[in-house]
């Protein structure tokens, strides 16, 4: 046994014992590889904040794009690794009807995603936009957390469907989004300037 996994042993048998106190005691026992244990521990004590993004964290946010679309092999034109707005965000999003929240953990962002009305499109639609994670944030409930604020702000704009476009090598994020009720189209919509996305989707909102 290493010393790692003996830390994680006795911490867990902390975790056991004391509960919310031991999960405390054991976020800060065991070295965080990136923080997948922390975000865990944060997520059984409520302690995920999901915000509206803020100027100051545009630099943040567009760098976890980018590094999460290089993670995928996705950094290539047609994505928005390249677009203009992904660098400001924060601006971005002050459109009317449109929000973007980012999920904070410790005080660190570790993820995103955005309501934006569907662009040149005549129906009621909104588009979710921008979703990422940090590697070691996915899977843990923050992707769902997202999820919920932003249609529940789509369906308080009056917004009818919820329209997204993403690629086949985010298949987590896609089981996300069938989980939550999306289906596939045979043809994207609007005209997002996103050509290199193979997969659309849409959601009734009523």
Known sequence: MTVNDYAKAVGHAILSVWGRVGSLIL??????PAGSLL??????????????????????????IRETLTE?????????????ATDELSAHFRVLDSIYYVAVADGRIIGGAGIYPLENCE??????????LLP????????????ENCLAFARDMGFE?????????LRKAIGLYERFGFRYLKTPMGNTGHFSCGVWMIKELN
Do not use: H
């Open 27 to 32: 976020a800060n026992f065991i070295p965080r």
């Open 39 to 64: 975000i865990c521990r944060l997520i059984m004590t409520g302690n995920i904040t999901i915000r509206t993004i803020r100027p100051e964290d545009d630099a943040t946010i567009a760098r976890l």
């Open 72 to 84: 995928f092999g996705l950094n290539r034109p047609g994505t928005v690794f390249t677009d203009k």
């Open 123 to 132: 129906e009621n639609i909104c588009e979710l936009q921008k979703m990422y």
């Open 136 to 147: 070691w944030a996915r899977g843990k409930g923050v992707g769902k957390l997202l999820m």
């Open 161 to 169: 469907k919820c329209y997204l476009e993403t690629m086949p090598e």
